[in-house]
């Protein structure tokens, strides 16, 4: 079946602008994570939707971060007036039944490479 | 937050060699999972480990999850120039957000 997808592949942007990052999970999953992926560092956790359940936002960096989750599938990670340092890899990755016994199996998308110049 | 301490940080062998690369900690985890990333691609799940002490393989992998609790090791036996990639652990943090080692760089010569 279809795997986790994120659009676009890659994105590059002037510095002050804002731009949009999408997420299509794997049909069926409840769970859905955004991370970042600065170059040669491991992966930073972002964001965690749940279902209908209100998002832990713990990880995002700035209050220039958001993410959207619609109708429990796609979602939209936006960031606004982009800053240099905003130049990463965010991957997204979704999960079957998150929180219960084998169920913390995430499985990611390719990512988006964005750079701001 | 809870840190993974992944080494080593890069390793370069020769083709049919093994590897050997771990994952500690000083927290306690239920869960160890080992990922592989290739280059411009996102991180693809090689194994699972649920049970202290657990010995899973998959394939030439084979991964165990320590009798502490605290640590993990990835074993790669006869490895293959299809190996080369960047190794992640990862560890439930609260609920189901992972945290991930920095990561094992591995290159394999032919």
């Known amino acids: 079946g279809a795997g986790v997808s994120q659009s676009p592949s890659n994105k590059v942007t002037e510095k002050g602008k804002d731009v949009e990052l999408r997420c299509d999970p794997i049909?069926?999953?409840?769970?859905l994570y955004w991370y970042r992926q600065s170059l040669g560092q491991g992966l930073e956790f972002l964001i965690y939707?749940?279902?209908?359940?209100?998002?832990?936002k713990s990880g995002l960096p700035s209050d220039r971060f958001s993410a959207e989750r619609t109708g429990g599938s796609v979602s939209t990670l936006t960031i606004q007036r982009t800053q240099q340092e905003d130049s990463a890899v965010y991957l997204c990755?979704?999960?079957?039944?998150?929180?219960?016994?084998?169920?913390?199996?995430?499985?990611f998308g390719p990512g988006t490479r964005l750079t701001v110049t | 937050g809870q840190q993974l301490n992944q080494s080593p940080q890069s390793m370069f062998i020769q083709e049919g060699e093994d590897v050997s690369m771990n994952c500690t900690s000083s927290?306690?985890?239920?869960?160890w999972l080992w990922y592989k990333q290739d280059p411009g691609e996102g991180p693809v799940l090689l194994i699972a480990?649920?049970?202290?002490?657990e010995l899973t393989s998959n394939g030439r992998l084979t991964a165990q999850f320590g009798i502490t609790r605290k640590d993990s090791f990835l074993n790669i036996s006869a490895s293959i120039p299809s190996d080369v990639g960047i190794y992640f652990c990862?560890?439930?943090?609260?609920?189901?957000?992972?945290?991930f080692g920095k990561g094992t760089m591995l290159l394999v010569s032919p």
């Open positions: 990755a979704s999960s079957s039944r998150p929180g219960l016994a084998g169920g913390h199996e995430q499985y």
């Open positions: 049909s069926g999953h409840t769970a």
């Open positions: 939707f749940q279902g209908n359940s209100a998002p832990d």
């Open positions: 927290s306690i985890f239920n869960t």
């Open positions: 480990l649920y049970k202290a002490g």
């Open positions: 990862a560890a439930p943090d609260k609920y189901s957000t992972l945290t």
